[in-house]
């Protein structure tokens, strides 16, 4: 497939290259020493943040290598918006939408994560190249999904939501808010176990802006060590959530998502030193140098006196 140009990577009269097949890349070629990037792609039309941009294969696949190049360590390709009041895709309009991108990025080299909640659609992307799956269902996911998680091998991002797109926002109701987000993803952690999957295989997320408000979410993430503690690797995502557009807001107006990116790198730095093994993101330059920033300043020592 040839891509034409790709806007943002160099002058509109510099031809760009056709994806051509390159080495395959397993998740043993991520690196271990810092946080991970993961590059969020959304081949929707009502994302909250980008929802129309990337629509159509060509303009996804081009947005995709732009991240991929700029340093993503893993692309982030879902084809269902799951914003609050989001309207369900039917799994066949899903794949529709992100298989060719999952196919051309994977022949380009990414390593793909697919954003999906159907066992269905995760099935047809790691046929397609994906990597893992990363799940926002739930307390809700889909009664064969464990079994194919387990089938397969890969990675899984479990992450925390109650209730679904139509329902999540009254569902955020805590006594305490940490303890009861912990206890609930562990218990469908058990479930998945019980099914067969090796406790390695599972990621957790504490699912922000997911039946949650923003103290709740500031709660999880001055928490996020009792999290690592739980022996599974951590993913963070905070990237322009509305938690942000508050704490930033000017003249009672929320900060528009793309003016949260500033925001959006310190709590992903602040995730790398608190042991986070990923943050997923919009704006991969900007917080890849955060985390590459973060890192070496944890790394420092103070020289003996």
Known sequence: MS??????????????????KSKARTLADLPDDRTLVLGILNITEDSFSDGGKYASPDEAI?????????????????????????????PAVEQ???LPV??????????????????????????????????????THE????????????????????GDASSMVTEANYTDVVAEVIDELMGVRDLFVAAGVAAE????????????????NWELLRALDRFTALGHRVL??????????SLLAANGKPAAPTARDAATAATSALAAVNGAWGVRVHD??????AIKVATAWSAARVPAL
């Open 3 to 20: 891509l034409g140009a790709i806007p943002g990577t160099g002058p509109a009269t510099s031809p760009l290259p056709v994806i051509k």
């Open 62 to 90: 081009s947005h995709g290598l732009r991240m991929y190049y700029g340093g993503a360590d893993i692309i982030d390709v879902g084809g269902e918006s799951t914003r609050p009041g989001a309207e369900p895709v039917d």
């Open 96 to 98: 529709g939408r992100i």
């Open 102 to 139: 999952i196919t051309a990025l994977a022949k380009a080299g990414a390593i793909i994560s697919v954003d999906t909640m159907h066992t269905s659609t995760a099935r047809a992307a790691l046929a397609a190249g994906a990597h893992l799956i990363n799940d926002v269902s739930g307390l």
């Open 143 to 162: 009664e064969d999904m464990p079994a194919l998680i387990a089938e397969t091998g890969v990675p899984y991002v479990l992450m925390h939501r109650r």
């Open 201 to 216: 295989q599972l990621i957790l997320d504490p699912g922000l802006g997911f039946a949650k408000d923003s103290e709740h």
């Open 236 to 245: 963070v995502g905070t990237s322009r959530k509305r938690f942000l557009g």
């Open 284 to 289: 991969v330059p900007t917080n890849l140098d």
